[in-house]
């Protein structure tokens, strides 16, 4: 049974950093894809950031330049780490994985907020 779980975030102020974990209860090689999402209250759930199981990377372009996507194979764990961090940046984030044969899976999400 595939599980994902966030951690990591937290109240942080304008301009600050935060390192967003998502831990995989399987290896995540046999992912795809691995994404991190956020959703702002009102607001549809936003692609941030991507990472293929071959470390291929994409950002939305309000993130890139401040936000790293990484993946961990030996630790089973995706990370996201946002530097720079603006108001407009507060959101629950959300970790979501595909399998190279099979569905997608999503962690019950972290809460990010960043003070102004």
């Known amino acids: 049974q595939v599980q994902l779980l966030e951690s990591g975030g937290g109240l942080v102020q304008t301009g600050g950093s935060l390192t967003l974990s998502c831990a995989a209860s399987v290896n995540i090689f046999s992912f795809a894809t691995m994404a991190w999402y956020r959703q702002a209250p009102g607001t549809q759930r936003e692609l941030v950031a991507t990472i293929s199981r071959f470390n291929n990377v994409n950002y939305t372009d309000s993130v890139r330049g401040r936000f790293t996507i990484s993946r961990d194979n030996a630790k089973n764990t995706m990370y996201l780490y946002m530097m720079s961090l603006r108001p407009e940046d507060t959101a629950v984030y959300y970790c979501?994985?595909?399998?190279?044969?099979?569905?997608?899976?999503w962690g019950p999400g972290t809460q990010v907020t960043v003070s102004s």
């Open positions: 979501s994985a595909s399998l190279v044969v099979g569905g997608t899976y």
